[in-house]
């Protein structure tokens, strides 16, 4: 089968390849999955770069790059109650492939008409629902989102928009081509148009109340104006750091408002699904799987097209998510 490789650590532009492996075989309680599609996340060029703890570490040689995505369930184990032709998307290992041996604990199954350019990408969509339970926002309280026309962002909003949160998307420029508001923002903060104080800003936008919470992808300087901008008992949750840069803070912008700091770990990065899940599973699913649930997607590509895909993901993170089809 044809699959995207690498044989060392380094820069995905570098390291990865496209080569023909060995079709995985499949033990008991395994499924093997023929691979439809498979998004390209920030996370699966941290994978390539080995920057993952245990046990989420590359194994060479022609280590399969991609965690993330979505197939046809081919051939089952003993003890698998999954039948085959099922679709099932899913967070393992070894997805920028034509088939994937998966555990069946990891799967989970989708409708079969469901669209596989959305199916290959659940993490986002259940990633997005945890930002924002996380956040502990309420209805008409008010939640900045950073990285405002990223994927998990803007389904964030669309989320926050059904539960009556009011959210403030935090971009570095506008860009004509995608109307936050028309996505669920009720304010957007354009920091290029900011003169001055970021919390003064905020502060106007919310009629002075502050914000409740603080979703943060990128971090840098902002990020702390952000947290001092936090009404009492707010806090910030980190789930990714696109600026290379740090934020500094003083122990009374933490100690005088109650404000918290934390991050959000994928919830299937270190262990599957579980049954009390599939009821939120499916709800997340059906919602994700609406016509009018927005979802930004910057190309379709073909495994040969994998050099395409990095690049846009890497410097065109505005197209939207790059997504592999098999």
Do not use: C
């Not at 390209?40 to 046990?55: A, K, S």
């Not at 041996?101 to 596989?116: K, M, V």
């Not at 803007?154 to 935090?170: D, S």
């Not at 740090?246 to 262990?271: Q, T």
């Amino acid at each position: 089968m044809k699959a995207i490789v690498f044989d060392e650590i380094g820069s995905p532009r570098d390291v990865l390849y496209l080569d023909d492996v060995p079709t995985p075989r499949i033990g008991d309680g395994e499924v093997l999955v023929k691979m439809v599609s498979a998004s390209v996340n920030p996370g699966d060029f941290l994978f390539i770069q080995n920057l993952y703890p245990e046990p989420k570490k590359p194994h060479f040689p022609r280590q399969i790059a991609g965690n993330h995505g979505a197939g046809i369930v081919e051939a089952i184990g003993a003890d698998v109650a999954l039948k085959p032709g099922t679709l099932v998307a899913f967070s393992h290992y070894n997805t920028w492939a034509e088939y994937a041996a998966i555990p069946a604990e990891w799967l989970i199954p989708l409708p079969a008409d469901y669209p596989t350019e959305r199916a290959g990408q659940m993490v986002n969509p259940i990633t997005a629902w945890d930002l924002l339970v996380d956040s502990r926002v309420q209805p008409g309280q008010w939640l900045a989102v950073t990285a405002g026309y990223s994927s998990i962002s803007t389904m964030v909003m669309q989320f926050a928009q059904r539960r009556g949160i009011n959210v403030i998307a935090i971009v570095r420029r506008s860009r004509q081509n995608l109307d936050l508001k028309e996505l669920g923002a009720s304010a957007i903060l354009d920091l290029s148009d900011v003169d001055g104080d970021i919390r003064e800003a905020i502060m106007d936008l919310t009629g002075g109340a502050g914000l409740n919470g603080i979703i943060d992808n990128v971090g840098g300087p902002a990020s702390g104006e952000l947290i001092r901008s936090l009404a009492l008992g707010g806090q910030m949750v980190i789930n990714g750091g696109m600026s290379a840069e740090r934020f500094e803070l003083h122990n009374f912008d933490v100690l005088l408002s109650g404000a918290e700091i934390r991050a959000n770990i994928y919830r299937y990065f270190f262990s599957p699904p579980v049954e009390a899940d599939r009821p939120m599973l499916r709800e997340i699913v059906d919602i994700f799987g609406q016509p009018g649930f927005h979802i930004p997607v910057g190309g379709i590509h073909p495994l040969s097209e994998f050099k395409l895909a990095v690049e846009n993901s890497l410097d065109r993170a505005d197209l939207g998510k790059q997504i592999f089809t098999m």
